[in-house]
């Protein structure tokens, strides 16, 4: 599994962007690119998944440069209950099936 | 329809004493994983099933800790002799099929306390 890098904490305000980004510089030919979201007391919830490009869904976009090194998760517009760990996650389509996950990235929204 | 569930929601339990977490994954779901999560870290992956046969059990952290499942249904972890280093919340997910792109399916856990 690549091994990703990501902020530990972020704070945001009410109606506010907020951008994560990931780095996983030994990517592979592969590899997807998932988030999940962690709220309090509760297990993960997956966000979105891509591999190159970009990606959108009703609750986020996913940002993939070409050389897929790094990522980018975009919540438009957060509200007070985005508040929560978002973890970025690298694995083989194929081949794995356990996820790994580090510590995440805390993100706090004020209002 | 219904998602994961997990029961208990939390156990209390005294060192030595043995316990069982019970996982419902969701109806049709042939891959059923179990992860522990302590306090404000990352979730560490313990064992996965596909069907009933459980080809991962690399996480299992010792002999102490096994899990089952029957009827590709319900899953079973059972930690004996419970120690307090054992203390976490116990997730378990499900997934249509194995592989990373599959979203996994997560229930509330069983936050375990041995004092």
């Known amino acids: 599994l690549a091994k990703t890098t990501q902020p530990i904490s972020m704070d945001s305000y009410e109606g506010q962007e907020v951008n994560i980004t990931c780095s996983h510089n030994?990517?592979?030919?592969?590899?997807?690119i998932t988030w999940y979201q962690q709220f309090p007391s509760q297990g993960p919830r997956f966000i979105i998944q891509?591999?190159?490009t970009k990606v959108t869904n009703e609750v986020a976009s996913l940002f993939i440069p070409a050389d897929r090194k790094s990522s980018t998760l975009s919540l438009p517009r957060v509200s007070l209950s985005d508040t929560a760990v978002y973890y970025c996650?690298?694995?083989?389509?194929?081949?794995?099936?356990?996820?790994?996950f580090g510590a995440g990235t805390t993100v706090t929204v004020r209002a | 329809g219904a998602g994961v569930s997990q029961s208990p929601s939390n156990k209390v339990t005294e060192k030595g004493k043995d316990v069982e977490l019970r996982c419902d994954p969701i109806?049709?779901?042939?891959?059923l994983y179990w992860y522990r999560q302590r306090l404000g870290q990352g979730l560490e992956f313990l064992i996965y099933?596909?069907?009933?046969?459980?080809?991962?059990k690399s996480g299992l952290p010792s002999d102490r800790f096994s899990a089952e499942r029957t009827g590709e249904s319900v899953s079973t972890l059972t930690i004996q002799r419970t120690q307090q280093e054992d203390s976490a919340v116990y997730l378990c997910?499900?997934?249509?099929?194995?592989?990373?792109?599959?979203?996994?399916?997560f229930g509330p856990g069983t936050r375990l306390t041995v004092t």
């Open positions: 997910a499900s997934s249509l099929e194995e592989g990373f792109t599959y979203e996994q399916y």
């Open positions: 030994n990517i592979a030919t592969n590899d997807y």
């Open positions: 891509g591999y190159k």
């Open positions: 996650l690298v694995g083989d389509m194929g081949n794995d099936y356990k996820l790994s």
């Open positions: 109806s049709g779901h042939t891959a």
């Open positions: 099933f596909q069907g009933n046969s459980a080809p991962d």
